[in-house]
């Protein structure tokens, strides 16, 4: 498929926009959602199915992702969230990254966060377990304001 292809195909698969600062997946488990919930504020999920279309991300965003997979490194990052972030206009637009994990699997404790934030050159900004506690959402909360405060003060929001 040519470059030109590629740029079109992507376009009719990403017509659902988003302005919101935070995007985040969550698997039919709905334990990143359930957080997500806790912590409020203007949020958006990026579909549960592949074959749903993606959202088009018109704002700087922290992206919030479970790691799959289990102690097994392969198929850490969903594929959904592979599929936003394949779209150049979202990678663009990435600013930081949240992971969320479960404890039990050692090593590979939020290892999607890791992987996205390498590939996409932005900090991993917290973890929590699971569903996280009332704890991880007040620092979560905190630590979002304190960093959006500090990228709007050094120009990186563009």
């Given at each position: 498929?040519?470059?030109?292809?590629?740029?079109?195909?992507?376009?009719?698969?990403?017509?659902?926009?988003?302005?919101?600062?935070?995007?985040?997946?969550?698997?039919?488990?709905?334990?990143?959602?359930?957080?997500?919930?806790?912590?409020?504020?203007?949020?958006?999920?990026?579909?549960i199915f592949t074959?749903?279309?993606?959202?088009?991300?018109?704002?700087?965003?922290?992206?919030?992702?479970?790691?799959?997979?289990?102690?097994?490194?392969?198929?850490?990052?969903?594929?959904?969230?592979?599929?936003?972030?394949?779209?150049?206009?979202?990678?663009?637009?990435?600013?930081?990254?949240?992971?969320?994990?479960?404890?039990?699997?050692?090593?590979?404790?939020?290892?999607?966060?890791?992987?996205?934030?390498?590939?996409?050159?932005?900090?991993?900004?917290?973890?929590?377990?699971?569903?996280?506690?009332?704890?991880?959402?007040?620092?979560?909360?905190?630590?979002?304001?304190?960093?959006?405060?500090?990228?709007?003060?050094?120009?990186?929001?563009?």
């Open positions: 498929m040519s470059a030109v292809a590629a740029e079109a195909a992507v376009g009719e698969i990403t017509s659902r926009t988003t302005s919101s600062r935070l995007i985040y997946f969550s698997s039919a488990s709905d334990n990143t959602h359930r957080f997500m919930m806790k912590l409020g504020g203007d949020v958006a999920r990026l579909p074959y749903e279309e993606t959202l088009l991300a018109q704002e700087p965003f922290v992206l919030v992702l479970p790691t799959y997979g289990g102690e097994n490194r392969l198929g850490a990052v969903p594929k959904q969230v592979i599929k936003f972030l394949n779209v150049e206009q979202n990678r663009k637009l990435i600013r930081g990254v949240i992971g969320a994990g479960n404890t039990n699997f050692g090593e590979t404790y939020c290892l999607a966060g890791d992987i996205v934030a390498e590939k996409c050159h932005v900090q991993h900004l917290y973890r929590f377990e699971l569903m996280g506690t009332s704890e991880d959402v007040d620092r979560v909360r905190e630590g979002l304001e304190e960093f959006w405060t500090r990228l709007s003060q050094t120009k990186k929001l563009l």
